[in-house]
Nanobody, 125 residues
Framework: QVQLQASGGGLVQAGDSLSLSCAASGRASSINYIGWFRQAPGKEREFVTTINRNGAMTYYADSVKGRFTISRDNAKNTVYLQMNSLKPEDTAVYYC??????????????????WGQGTQVTVSS
């Protein structure tokens, strides 16, 4: 079993930066991909970014490309999401999720097996 703990959310102003962390525990070695998703009030959960096991492959949603950077430190079983140039439309609860099966990167939330509890990011204009 894998447990994920997301942290680092907060209230910032437009244009500011924020860094989120996702710490994995339990059978962290079984994780092949970690993804970040977000859900704004009244909207469906949407894909943000994902990273593979060794950090060599990443993929971003168009809405965050060039502003967000995902990275991982396997020694610490932690994945980071650096968010720069934040916009009010980035306001959402951010979730990290683990994909166990090594069958390729995926933007669909249904393919992720374990989820963290979410951390709120609020960007004021």
């Amino acid at each position: 079993q894998v447990q994920l703990q997301a942290s680092g959310g907060g209230l910032v102003q437009a244009g500011d930066s924020l860094s989120l962390s996702c710490a994995a525990s339990g059978r962290a070695s079984s994780i092949n991909y970690i993804g970040w998703f977000r859900q704004a009030p009244g909207k469906e959960r949407e894909f943000v970014t994902t990273i593979n096991r060794n950090g060599a492959m990443t993929y971003y949603a168009d809405s965050v490309k060039g502003r967000f950077t995902i990275s991982r430190d396997n020694a610490k079983n932690t994945v980071y999401l650096q968010m720069n140039s934040l916009k009010p439309e980035d306001t959402a609860v951010y979730y990290c999720a683990a994909k166990i099966f090594a069958n390729g990167m995926d933007t669909r939330s249904s393919t992720y097996n374990n989820w963290g509890q979410g951390t709120q990011v609020t960007v004021s204009s």
